[in-house]
Nanobody, 123 residues
C-alpha cells in the first residue's frame, strides 16, 4: 500500500504561482512509481495534468504546458508540481496519484490516490 498526502494548495491571484507537494509513505519503492497530478473542477471529469516516470521523463496536458513543471525527489519520496502563470480556469481540486505501471495515463489506471488539495485562482 502507498499513502499519498498532498499539500500546498490555496488561493492565488491570476498570474501567480503555487507549488504543490505530494509525500508518499507506506510499503513503497517510490522511485519505481510513475507519479501523476490530476485535477477536478466542480461538475467536470477528473483530468490529467502531468506525470513523471521513474526515470524522470515528463508529460503534460496541453493546457498547462509551459506553465507547470512536475518533478520528483526520490530521496524524500515526494513529487512536486510547480504552477506558474496561473489562470482562473486552473481552479480545481488537485490530486496526486501513483502506479507501478509506467504506461498508466488515464486517471482510471492509477491505483493510489491522495485526498486532494484545493487550488483557487481569482481573476
Amino acid at each position: 500500500q502507498v499513502q499519498l498526502v498532498e499539500s500546498g494548495g490555496g488561493l492565488v491571484q491570476a498570474g501567480g504561482s503555487l507549488r504543490l507537494s505530494c509525500a508518499a509513505s507506506g510499503h513503497t519503492y517510490f522511485s519505481s512509481y510513475v507519479m501523476g497530478w490530476f485535477r477536478q473542477a466542480p461538475g467536470k471529469e477528473r483530468e490529467f495534468v502531468a506525470r513523471i516516470r521513474s526515470g524522470g521523463l515528463t508529460y503534460y496536458a496541453d493546457s498547462v504546458k509551459g506553465r507547470f513543471t512536475i518533478s520528483r525527489d526520490n530521496a524524500k519520496n515526494t513529487v512536486y508540481l510547480q504552477m506558474n502563470s496561473l489562470k482562473p480556469e486552473d481552479t480545481a481540486v488537485y490530486y496526486c496519484a501513483a502506479d507501478l505501471d509506467y504506461t498508466a495515463t488515464d486517471y482510471r489506471e492509477y491505483h493510489y490516490w491522495g485526498q486532494g488539495t484545493q487550488v483557487t485562482v481569482s481573476s
